[in-house]
């Protein structure tokens, strides 16, 4: 799998850094998970066009997740008379992203078929996608893909949870938001990440999902990770490509 990170802050613009977005290419498939402001843009940039996308993946209904979404899809008809993705949404969020979607565009016009997968709940394509609940809102929820004996965990918006250690348990990687440097409801900061994890076996942490404070700290928070965790941590940049 070749996982490029098109962004990483949280809901507050900071330079250089783009919304909430991943990109995750297999042999067969480009998935993308949450669609930020300015993930489009960015996903150009890796000279991957909203077209050739197939899949999106989404975490939960907060702008910073679906923002673009639309202009993904208006992006993709204008280029070929289509948008023909499959969203894969928590239970109950695709009527809330459809109203938003009419409120701001042409839905009607885009040929989309929506997917709820429940918590627990696992999808074969030509990776398998299995989604997992997180603490933020009610319906978010995260998504683990797994291909050929590897595994990639995408947590969206979470506290660190006892759910998010056993799903992460043993995998590749693990895309982690780390939004705040002090304890706030539904995020996560570094000292309750290094508690939750420090018995939890991953190959590699990389840490996204940034507000200004943390942005700003961003390498030496992570040193810190790695150092009381014992396992490389990387902070996140808009555009960087790690291979699993
Ligand atoms: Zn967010
Ligand atoms: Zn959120």
Redesign the pocket.
Known sequence: MKITLLGTS??IPITGRAQ?GILVETSENKILLDCGMGIPLRSAERGVMAEDIDIVCITHE?L??IQDLPSLTKASWLRRDAANYKIITPPGLEEKLKKFWRSVDEYERSDLEFEALEPGEELEETASIEAFQTEHTEISQGYKLSIDGKSVVYTG?TEPSRIVTEVSKNVDLLIHELSFLERKEGHTNPQDFISKFSDVKVDRFIMT?FYPEIAERAEEITDKIEKDIGTPTLPADDLQTVYI
């Open positions: 949280g809901g909430s907060h910073d997740h918006d999902h």
